[in-house]
Nanobody, 128 residues
């Protein structure tokens, strides 16, 4: 019902920037809410940032707040994650996920188990 394809990963030096994209497709009555998640080496997958279907509700977790910015272009069925001032500890596999059961203040509660549809993981490396 909903498919997601993530792109934009790669390698960058500390302090650099990357822009991840999540393109979604398939039948939906309305645009899905989108969450970004990261799995660091040897650690559990964790939440990064969330945006509601309209973009009116957003939440970025403390570890990334002020450096990462989430946005969307519904005309292009795409959500972006702009990552700036990257640190070595930001490295890992990033995933985007979608939820078609949304509401205006969706990101007030942001949990991985609410997302039924997941894109493939993309590698982000941060090293000198």
């Amino acid at each position: 019902q909903l498919q997601l394809v993530a792109s934009g990963g790669g390698s960058v030096q500390p302090g650099g920037s990357l822009r991840l994209s999540c393109a979604y497709s398939g039948f939906t009555v309305r645009s899905p809410a989108i969450g970004w998640f990261r799995q660091a080496p040897g650690k559990e997958r964790e939440a990064v940032s969330c945006i509601s279907n309209s973009g009116a509700s957003e939440k970025t977790l403390e570890s990334w707040k002020g450096r990462f910015t989430i946005s969307r272009d519904n005309a292009k069925n795409t959500v972006f994650l702009q990552m700036s001032s990257l640190k070595v500890e930001d490295a890992g596999i990033y995933y985007c996920a979608g939820d078609i059961d949304t509401f205006p203040n969706y990101c007030g509660v942001f949990e991985a188990n609410r997302f039924a549809y997941w894109g493939q993981g993309i590698q982000v490396n941060v090293s000198s």
